[in-house]
Antibody
Framework: QVQLVESGGGVVQPGRSLRLSCAAS????????MHWVRQAPGKGLEWVAV????????FYGDSVKGRFTISRDNSKNTVFLQMTSLRPEDTAVYYC??????????????WGPGALVTVSS | AIQMTQSPSSLSASVGDRVTITCRAS??????VGWYQQKPGKAPKVLIF???TLQSGVPSRFSGSGSGSDFTLTISSLQPEDFATYYC?????????FGQGTKLEI
């Protein structure tokens, strides 16, 4: 069965960097786009980034563009989110999600349990 | 970025009720909308994609409709396990954008 497990969360000071990982299993990882979505405490969902199956085409949300970088290692079935210049407003649970395309429609089919990132001095 | 305006932000209902949640996009997005359910402390779960296609394993009391800029999620007869927060998500173009969420409460 499909499993996604995020890791690398924790407490970090403003202005510092952190890298999240998402280990995938149960599907052919190299065939699917992967997303990151976050949720600040008590708030709604915010889409963060996506990376194509081959790692060539990233897209970012406006609030993280230029600070966050999504990448993947298809040999290790892992997608990463490198976060730099972190701000208190980046505090959130970060979810990775596997993209599916069915009948020409894209959606986030499977999600990990999330990793909490707290940006605080 | 495309804005998704979701309403209502909260909704009180009872078991057996029929409820409707709406999302309006800031531009025409064809039928590129999904609906997601989230329970406290859990990851979201996809219910509907392509505006109206029910994801495998999702009960048939959930349905979606709409195209262009106006979309609707309907739960035909609320069950106790349906009390959760619901989000629409446009996947027409990047950046994908979520609605603000609707908290469905007893």
């Amino acid at each position: 069965q499909v499993q996604l497990v995020e890791s690398g969360g924790g407490v970090v000071q403003p202005g510092r960097s952190l890298r999240l990982s998402c280990a995938a299993s149960g599907f052919i990882f190299s065939r699917y786009g992967m997303h990151w979505v976050r949720q600040a405490p008590g708030k709604g969902l915010e889409w963060v980034a996506v990376l194509s199956f081959d790692g060539r085409t990233p897209f970012y949300g406006d609030s993280v563009k230029g600070r966050f970088t999504i990448s993947r290692d298809n040999s290790k079935n892992t997608v990463f989110l490198q976060m730099t210049s972190l701000r208190p407003e980046d505090t959130a649970v970060y979810y990775c999600a596997k993209e599916e395309v069915r009948y020409g429609e894209r959606f986030a089919e499977y999600w990990g349990p999330g990793a909490l990132v707290t940006v605080s001095s | 970025a495309i804005q998704m305006t979701q309403s209502p932000s909260s909704l009180s209902a009872s078991v057996g009720d029929r409820v409707t949640i709406t999302c309006r996009a800031s531009q025409d997005i064809r039928n590129d909308v999904g609906w997601y359910q989230q329970k406290p402390g859990k990851a979201p779960k996809v219910l509907i994609f392509g505006a109206s296609t029910l994801q495998s394993g999702v009960p048939s009391r959930f349905s979606g409709s709409g195209s262009g800029s106006d979309f609707t999620l309907t739960i035909s007869s609320l069950q106790p396990e349906d009390f959760a927060t619901y989000y629409c998500l446009q996947d027409y173009t990047y950046p994908w954008t979520f609605g603000q969420g609707t908290k469905l409460e007893i």
